[in-house]
């Protein structure tokens, strides 16, 4: 049976494309149910404070640094996105004195506009702003070296050797609207992909890279970082890809209810409790990931009822 068409954008795959009744199933979840969903390699985690949610996330930070030693560097990969547990780290590291000779930092992705990476002077470089909101707040005696953060380029070839050698213990991210992590956004519905989308096998191929953003993507970061401006964010990023999220021993997902809504944060648990991987689905296709941990703000989960303000 042919694949559904999107309900927000014709010319592209997305979650609107699945089978009804797994859209339906997802709807129905209580928070319990999503709970419920953890298996062996998927962790469901809920907190109840916004501040225990966010100290959680800056001590993985902490967690995964303390491990480097010369003989076996460690890093993270981390999000703009949320963003609230980065001046935590930056606190964290100051006030237990930890120095970061060995430590690594790989950012996710940057905005990609006119041929090239933007620079750290556009207003939504998410370089800059991992630097003014954690990096550049650490105490110099602290710091990790200048040649340990690695945020990708246009040219992406430094960026994916930096990965090796380097123990990726944990990729932290969000999710999307549309169900990515990181930029891993779902595919143009032409050409070969006209009539069905990626497999996961195709899709899990693919490495750090630049891609052209769906439109509800470019919604999205106009909503919460560019004061509703859709016309200024950029339509392509560079992005890590599923073969560096796959040498991370870790993946964890963090969602306060800011960023996906409740009905998106139940489809991608259901999918990746049930591994029910669907490249339409980008977040689903870590049901393949042998560790992966989501954690919710109890209160952000919401529900799926009807409710007209």
Not at 66 to 90: F, R, Y
Not at 252 to 265: C, R, T
Request: charged share 25%.
């Amino acid at each position: 049976m042919a694949r559904k068409q999107s309900m927000l954008a014709p010319g592209w795959w997305d979650y609107t494309t699945l089978d009804d009744e797994i859209l339906n199933d997802a709807a129905k979840l209580t928070a319990k149910d999503v709970l419920g969903l953890s298996r062996d390699g998927f962790r469901v985690v809920f907190y109840d404070t916004l501040e225990d949610f966010y100290l959680a996330e800056a001590l993985e930070y902490v967690t995964a640094w303390k491990q480097a030693t010369t003989d076996n560097p460690v890093g993270i990969c981390g999000p703009i996105g949320p963003t609230e547990q980065l001046p935590l780290v930056a606190r964290l590291v100051n006030e237990l004195g930890l120095k970061l000779p060995d430590a690594h930092f790989w950012g996710m992705d940057e905005w990609y506009k006119d041929g090239k990476e933007v620079p750290e002077t556009h207003p939504l470089s998410f370089a800059r702003a991992d630097k003014e909101l954690c990096f550049d707040r650490i105490r110099d005696e602290l710091k990790m070296p200048r040649q340990n953060l690695h945020f990708p380029k246009a040219d992406p070839t430094e960026y994916i050797k930096s990965w090796q050698g380097v123990r990726c213990a944990v990729m932290q991210g969000g999710q999307g609207d549309i169900k990515h992590w990181a930029f891993n956004d779902p595919f143009k519905r032409q050409g070969e992909y006209k009539d069905k989308p990626p497999s996961p096998q195709e899709f899990g191929k693919l490495t750090t890279r630049v891609v052209d953003l769906h439109p509800v993507t470019l919604m999205q970061n106009a909503r919460t970082s560019g004061g509703g401006v859709v016309t200024g964010v950029p339509t392509k990023a560079i992005t890590v890809g599923p073969v560096q999220t796959w040498q991370a021993e870790k993946v964890s997902i963090w969602q306060a209810g800011n960023h996906d809504n409740a009905f998106g944060m139940r489809l991608t648990t259901l999918m990746i409790g049930k591994k029910i991987a669907d490249s339409a689905v980008p977040m689903s296709l870590l049901a393949e990931h042998p560790n992966v941990q989501f954690n919710f703000y109890r209160h952000g989960i919401g529900t799926c009822e009807t409710e007209i303000h």
